[in-house]
């Protein structure tokens, strides 16, 4: 929990460059890549704490178990669920917003069930953990998207 909080903070470092642009690395500008994992945390967030953890099952899925090993998504691979793409013309007052929602929602997961879940489309139904997991996965990979395109 404390990790993806400071993962979140590390995006926050970032709303200064919010407007820089490497269509080299990305087609998307940094505040982007901020607004786009804020939003994931948020949305994933409220879909886990509707779930019926009765509800809950897990598959063996080898892409699930090679990411979560790595912990590394790889680039390009896929595209993100309209859900979480940002909206046009981020602001730096938006950004701001987003980054204390998010940090709320991480707060909301510490008290969701261990079997609460949400459904990936790549990896299937993720328990709270496994959530929480993939969250600071999926932050990491655009905060490493973020250095390349200030590089």
């Not at 607004?35 to 809950?56: A, N, R």
């Not at 590394?72 to 793409?85: N, S």
Request: net charge positive; glycine share 4%.
């Amino acid at each position: 929990m404390r990790k993806l909080l400071n993962l979140v903070d590390e995006l926050a470092l970032q709303i200064p460059n919010a407007a820089t642009l490497n269509s080299n690395v990305s087609l998307g500008d940094i505040g982007w890549h901020i607004e786009h994992s804020c939003l994931v945390i948020i949305k994933i967030t409220e879909t886990v704490k509707q779930s019926d953890p009765k509800k809950f099952h897990s598959k063996f899925n080898f892409k699930k178990v090679v990411v979560f090993l790595l912990g590394k998504i790889p680039r390009g691979r896929a595209k993100a669920p309209e859900v979480v793409m940002p909206i046009e013309n981020i602001t730096i007052s938006h950004l701001e917003k987003s980054i204390i929602l998010a940090k709320d929602a991480i707060q909301e997961l510490h008290g969701c069930e261990k079997n609460n879940y949400f459904n990936h489309p790549f990896f299937g139904n993720l328990n709270t953990p496994a959530t929480i997991n993939f969250l600071g996965i999926h932050t990491n990979h655009h905060l490493s998207i973020i250095k390349d395109i200030l590089k």
